[in-house]
């Protein structure tokens, strides 16, 4: 069935800029302060539409939504918790509202009000995330990290083509775009050393991944599957998943990455639904072997989604280093929730599960300093000339990432963290 926001002839009548992310195709959901508390906007353009004020005059009586005061929530939890057949009306009735020729609310009073300028806005956290879980899902990527720690000729381990490797991260250090982060400390153990050292991390990294946001929750011993699992998500933030590999490399055998991972991970502000990604559905990677038949798909359960990675090193311009796409995921979103699920496993509303570093075949498209150094041993120039295998103080990683189709662009906002010295 069609969706009527996503029409790709509607124009609006707010200007939008050429090449902006936030067409009226889009209209992302996000949390938005001009000083006060936090409360739901969505992004048209180069402006914010502030919904508590559209629902203050009744624009969204006829919805039934049973509490307006959802759009004036400091998250977008129980907006989301609506249910996707009313967030996704409330989205087709703002495409209307702000469609070319409609004077509901561009003729009326509190137009002026409703829509204000980004630039005079802050975002903060758009959901509050009570768990998040971490997957490895990038083929390119597992097999890179595989080929520079293992054996190359057993890169992948036997289980990563079964079953959506993942696990458990830390949801309290879960920032937002513009949040700065300290370098951090832990353990690590140089090649040359007989002890470990105690220290700043010498080696950190970004990892460019996606990550969706469960709208439904679930009764614990309750499986989700592989056809329903889109009815339980809501959209997408892109997500950097912040690394310290030399901490890392030491702690995470025999139970995996702790201190390397649980200081900081950073999500872009606005949160893209899975409506408006709908014309962007690709078909995955053929899985060889095949897959248990809890896991398995029918359908383009891919999205299409161009995703960049620069470094800005303090006092000068950007330097792009990595160009992939979202496409490249071996484990589908619904492989991902499926599996993670198929135990009983109960999942809550703003719950976030990232792809995993998303890598493509060539090296511009690997999606981390550790593979496009190659482990620090091939340094990137940046624009300044001054060279790069790991992320120095004063940095800042930006990463952005948009869907094209037909000349409509759904993109999701830079994701921008400055990197500070550690305390």
Not at 48 to 53: E, G, I, N, Q, Y
Not at 150 to 177: C, F, K, M, Q
Request: glycine content about 8%; charged content about 20%; aromatic content about 10%.
């Amino acid at each position: 069935m069609a969706i009527q926001a996503n029409d790709v002839t509607l124009k609006s009548w707010v200007e939008v800029p050429a090449h902006s992310d936030f067409p009226i195709q889009n209209l992302p959901f996000g949390i938005f302060s001009d000083g006060g508390d936090g409360r739901v906007g969505v992004a048209i353009g180069d402006h914010v539409l502030d919904l508590s004020l559209l629902a203050e005059v009744g624009m969204f009586d006829d919805l039934d939504i049973p509490d307006l005061s959802v759009f004036y929530e400091s998250t977008l939890n129980a907006f989301i918790g609506l249910g996707k057949a009313t967030t996704s009306s409330v989205r087709n009735r703002i495409s209307q509202l702000l469609q070319h020729g409609n004077a509901t609310l561009s003729g009326h009073e509190i137009r002026q009000q409703a829509l204000i300028d980004r630039k005079d806005l802050k975002m903060l956290m758009p959901v509050k995330v009570g768990d998040y879980t971490d997957f490895y899902s990038s083929k390119e990527h597992a097999t890179n990290v595989g080929t520079m720690f293992r054996d190359p000729e057993n890169a992948l381990l036997p289980n990563w083509t079964h079953l959506p490797v993942a696990y458990h991260g830390r949801a309290s250090s879960i920032i937002v775009s513009g949040v700065p982060i300290h370098r951090p400390h832990g353990q690590s153990k140089p090649p040359e050393a007989e002890q470990p050292v105690f220290g700043p991390t010498r080696r950190l990294d970004f990892e460019l991944e996606m990550a969706f946001i469960t709208g439904k929750s679930t009764e614990l011993g309750t499986a989700i599957s592989t056809a329903d699992a889109e009815d339980y998500i809501f959209g997408f933030v892109m997500f950097n998943d912040w690394s310290a590999r030399d901490i890392q490399a030491w702690e995470y055998v025999p139970l995996g990455p702790f201190l390397a991972k649980n200081f900081a991970s950073s999500i872009s502000p606005w949160v893209v639904t899975l409506d408006a990604l709908e014309p962007f559905r690709i078909a995955g990677p053929v899985q060889d072997p095949p897959v248990l038949p809890y896991l398995q798909i029918s359908g383009k359960r891919n999205f299409d989604i161009h995703l960049e990675a620069a470094i800005q090193p303090e006092n000068t311009t950007a330097t792009t280093v990595c160009r992939t796409n979202f496409r490249h995921m071996y484990w589908s979103i619904n492989q991902q929730l499926a599996h993670h699920t198929v135990n009983g496993c109960n999942i809550n509303i703003g719950d976030m599960y990232a792809s995993g570093t998303i890598s493509g075949s060539g090296e511009e498209a690997y999606g981390s300093m550790l593979e496009l150094s190659w482990k620090g041993t091939k340094p990137l120039t940046m624009a300044d000339g001054s060279d790069r295998s790991f992320i120095e103080d004063g940095d800042v990683v930006i990463f952005s990432g948009y869907a094209q189709h037909e000349n409509i662009r759904i993109g999701f906002g830079d994701l921008k963290t400055k990197v500070l010295p550690a305390l």
